[in-house]
Protein backbone atom coordinates (compact mmCIF):
# COMPACT_ATOMS: atom_id res chain seq x y z
CA UNK A 1 0.00 0.00 0.00
CA UNK A 2 2.90 2.28 0.11
CA UNK A 3 2.89 2.78 -3.68
CA UNK A 4 -1.05 3.99 -3.24
CA UNK A 5 0.18 7.69 -3.00
CA UNK A 6 1.96 7.08 -6.73
CA UNK A 7 -0.45 5.47 -8.27
CA UNK A 8 -2.88 7.95 -7.31
CA UNK A 9 -0.89 10.74 -8.39
CA UNK A 10 0.20 8.97 -12.04
CA UNK A 11 -3.41 8.36 -12.35
CA UNK A 12 -4.39 11.87 -11.36
CA UNK A 13 -1.59 13.19 -14.23
CA UNK A 14 -3.31 11.07 -16.37
CA UNK A 15 -7.06 12.26 -15.84
CA UNK A 16 -5.34 15.78 -16.64
CA UNK A 17 -3.64 14.91 -19.24
CA UNK A 18 -7.03 13.31 -21.31
CA UNK A 19 -8.86 16.03 -19.91
CA UNK A 20 -6.43 18.62 -21.50
CA UNK A 21 -7.42 16.82 -24.99
CA UNK A 22 -10.94 16.49 -24.62
CA UNK A 23 -11.69 20.02 -23.53
CA UNK A 24 -9.64 21.46 -26.37
CA UNK A 25 -11.67 19.00 -28.57
CA UNK A 26 -14.63 20.60 -26.83
CA UNK A 27 -13.62 23.63 -26.12
CA UNK A 28 -13.97 25.11 -29.37
CA UNK A 29 -17.04 27.69 -30.47
CA UNK A 30 -18.84 25.13 -33.06
CA UNK A 31 -21.61 24.48 -32.62
CA UNK A 32 -21.87 20.83 -33.84
CA UNK A 33 -19.53 17.87 -33.86
CA UNK A 34 -20.02 18.43 -37.67
CA UNK A 35 -18.69 21.61 -37.67
CA UNK A 36 -15.74 20.88 -35.59
CA UNK A 37 -14.62 18.32 -37.75
CA UNK A 38 -14.78 20.13 -40.79
CA UNK A 39 -12.48 22.93 -39.20
CA UNK A 40 -10.24 19.98 -37.75
CA UNK A 41 -10.55 17.62 -41.02
CA UNK A 42 -11.67 18.86 -43.67
CA UNK A 43 -13.69 16.45 -45.89
CA UNK A 44 -10.78 13.90 -45.07
CA UNK A 45 -12.70 10.84 -43.53
CA UNK A 46 -9.86 9.18 -42.47
CA UNK A 47 -9.22 12.16 -40.20
CA UNK A 48 -12.56 12.03 -39.03
CA UNK A 49 -12.25 8.18 -38.34
CA UNK A 50 -9.46 9.06 -36.76
CA UNK A 51 -10.87 11.12 -34.18
CA UNK A 52 -13.73 8.33 -33.95
CA UNK A 53 -11.14 5.83 -32.86
CA UNK A 54 -9.30 8.40 -30.88
CA UNK A 55 -12.68 9.10 -28.51
CA UNK A 56 -13.53 5.62 -28.62
CA UNK A 57 -10.27 4.96 -27.02
CA UNK A 58 -10.28 7.65 -24.18
CA UNK A 59 -13.85 6.59 -23.29
CA UNK A 60 -12.32 3.26 -22.67
CA UNK A 61 -9.89 4.26 -20.59
CA UNK A 62 -11.84 6.80 -18.68
CA UNK A 63 -14.53 4.20 -18.05
CA UNK A 64 -11.66 1.86 -17.06
CA UNK A 65 -10.54 4.65 -14.41
CA UNK A 66 -13.85 4.96 -13.08
CA UNK A 67 -14.28 1.67 -12.47
CA UNK A 68 -10.99 1.24 -10.34
CA UNK A 69 -11.91 4.34 -8.77
CA UNK A 70 -15.30 3.07 -7.61
CA UNK A 71 -14.01 -0.41 -6.23
CA UNK A 72 -11.47 2.10 -4.12
CA UNK A 73 -13.90 3.81 -2.85
CA UNK A 74 -15.73 0.27 -1.73
CA UNK A 75 -13.12 -0.65 -0.20
CA UNK A 76 -12.20 2.86 1.57
CA UNK A 77 -15.42 2.64 2.59
CA UNK A 78 -15.55 -0.91 4.43
CA UNK A 79 -12.40 0.44 6.18
CA UNK A 80 -12.84 3.88 6.80
CA UNK A 81 -17.07 3.99 6.66
CA UNK A 82 -19.39 5.14 4.24
CA UNK A 83 -18.64 8.70 5.49
CA UNK A 84 -15.64 9.35 5.60
CA UNK A 85 -13.72 12.67 3.59
CA UNK A 86 -11.40 9.88 1.63
CA UNK A 87 -14.42 7.56 0.37
CA UNK A 88 -16.30 10.91 -0.62
CA UNK A 89 -13.84 12.29 -2.34
CA UNK A 90 -12.88 8.85 -4.42
CA UNK A 91 -16.56 8.53 -5.20
CA UNK A 92 -16.48 11.88 -6.38
CA UNK A 93 -13.71 11.46 -8.80
CA UNK A 94 -14.98 7.99 -10.33
CA UNK A 95 -18.07 10.21 -11.02
CA UNK A 96 -16.32 12.65 -13.10
CA UNK A 97 -14.85 10.46 -14.70
CA UNK A 98 -17.68 8.28 -15.70
CA UNK A 99 -19.09 11.48 -16.95
CA UNK A 100 -16.11 12.52 -19.06
CA UNK A 101 -16.26 8.63 -20.54
CA UNK A 102 -19.88 9.55 -21.25
CA UNK A 103 -18.72 13.05 -23.09
CA UNK A 104 -16.25 11.06 -24.85
CA UNK A 105 -18.66 8.25 -26.20
CA UNK A 106 -20.81 11.31 -27.15
CA UNK A 107 -18.69 12.73 -29.13
CA UNK A 108 -17.08 9.34 -30.61
CA UNK A 109 -20.49 8.68 -31.77
CA UNK A 110 -21.02 12.26 -33.76
CA UNK A 111 -18.32 11.29 -35.41
CA UNK A 112 -19.11 8.27 -36.29
CA UNK A 113 -22.52 9.50 -38.26
CA UNK A 114 -20.06 11.69 -40.09
CA UNK A 115 -18.30 8.77 -41.38
CA UNK A 116 -20.05 7.12 -44.71
CA UNK A 117 -21.23 3.85 -43.52
CA UNK A 118 -19.32 1.75 -45.74
CA UNK A 119 -15.84 3.68 -44.94
CA UNK A 120 -14.81 1.94 -41.87
Keep these: MKDQPFLECGLLLLVALLAGQAGCATGAPATSVSDSYQKVCGTDYHCVQDKMFEYRDQAAQ ?44 QLAQEYQRQIPHNAY
Excluded: F, P
Design 62 to 105: LTLMAERYAREAEVKAKELGQNADEVRKTQAMAQKLWSQAQEAD
